[in-house]
């Protein structure tokens, strides 16, 4: 069977020259005699490999001085609890601001109130979380404000940052490294890896560092920014192969010309999809048009029947993974950065002849 299209919300396609790489490499890495997953994380051949792998996603993401990136594990869903541990220290922050915009950011929510009463300040709940909501209300005595860039389920994505008196922490696992972002916009961004950074298992954090040193009593050490920035990220055993790996990606993000390059890219394969959903009244898209995502393209036929064998007769045609979030139904399409363009037009094609065969 030849590789097929992978229209997976996560994890999902990487690029094939990095697994081409990764699998010339895998027995014998280099000048090291032994595989990565191998090597001792404390040694010097792997310290090189994590050094150029972070330098390399650094470079990607235009890290500037100030910031500092941690590879840790535990997902996005591990620093939906570390993120109000490491920032509500109870002292001179006692709550956080929230924006609900799906079913990530409740999760989110609801991890801080674990230990803490923090407030939503923005929710499309109520509507579908068909748009991303206007946040207002956050106070500078707020220990940051929370938002998911993009809601990988309901498709959306703001379509510019929210203006803040508290320092801006973003859940950017959907779309991390498919469009520039001003990292000083930031005070925390993280992801979990298993989208656009390279396999799951590792989970991205960078922290500006003047909001390093204020964890709360209850941060546990393995969720402690602070801690893991002195350890450089390596508390514990790190998921080195992973780490690897997600070098690799970000050498191929820089190849392909940057993460401006790409998000030039992304634009085109999303209007694509978005222009064979809006050209007729078969395919519908909930989203209110300036907050769709470009990275997960939901949609519906007229009926379930409909749905069900178009991801099936997708699936035989080569386009995997499109079922649609199970709380969603219809279809997804992930077109994440090693999606190619190719793919999603073979994807436009796809719908127009279903649509055709359907109607
Ligand atoms: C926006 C967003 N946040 C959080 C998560 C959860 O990530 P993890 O499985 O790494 O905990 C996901 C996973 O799909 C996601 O898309």
């Not at 650094?58 to 890290?63: D, K, L, P, Q, S």
């Not at 207002?136 to 203006?163: C, F």
């Not at 989203?287 to 995502?293: G, T």
């Amino acid at each position: 069977m030849s590789r097929v299209y992978n229209f997976a919300a996560g994890p999902a396609a990487m690029p094939e020259s990095v697994l081409k790489q990764a699998a010339a490499e895998l027995v014998e890495f280099p000048g090291a005699g032994m595989s990565v997953m191998e090597m001792s994380h404390r040694g010097k051949k792997y310290i090189e490999i994590f050094e150029n792998s972070r330098a390399a996603f650094n470079e990607a993401m235009g890290i500037p001085e100030g910031y500092t990136t941690l590879f840790l594990q535990g997902g996005a869903t591990g620093q939906f609890a570390a993120v109000p541990l490491n920032l509500i220290d109870g002292e001179s922050y006692v709550t956080a601001a929230y924006a609900n915009t799906g079913n990530f950011a409740s999760a989110a929510i609801k991890e801080a109130r674990t230990f803490y009463s923090v407030r939503v300040v923005a929710d499309s709940g109520k509507d579908g979380y068909t748009y991303i909501p206007e946040v207002t209300g956050v106070l500078p005595t707020d220990a940051y404000l929370h938002i998911t860039t993009n809601n990988t389920v309901y498709g959306t994505r703001y379509d510019r940052l929210p203006e803040s008196p508290a320092p801006l922490v973003a859940d950017m696992s959907s779309n991390i490294l498919s469009e520039v972002y001003d990292v000083t916009k930031f005070g925390v961004i993280y992801a979990g890896a298993q989208k656009n950074i390279g396999p799951a298992g590792l989970t991205v954090v960078i922290v500006r560092n003047d909001l390093l040193g204020r964890p709360n009593k209850h941060c546990l050490k393995i969720l402690n920014w602070t801690e893991q920035a002195k350890a450089d990220s390596m508390l514990n055993t790190p998921p080195t192969f992973a780490i690897y790996l997600a070098g690799l990606c970000a050498k191929w993000v820089l190849a392909q010309g940057g993460v401006s390059a790409l998000e030039q890219v992304n634009v085109a394969k999303a209007n694509l999809l978005y222009d064979v959903i809006d050209c007729g009244a078969f395919y519908t898209n909930p989203v209110k048009k300036e907050y769709r995502s470009r990275m997960n393209v939901i949609f519906k036929t007229p009926s379930e029947e409909l749905d069900a064998a178009f991801v099936k007769e997708a699936e035989k045609a080569g386009l995997s993974g499109l079922k649609g979030y199970r709380t969603v139904g219809g279809m997804r399409a992930s077109i994440y950065n090693a999606m190619p363009f190719e793919g999603a037009n073979a994807l436009a094609d796809f719908m127009k002849a279903f649509e055709a065969r359907n109607k």
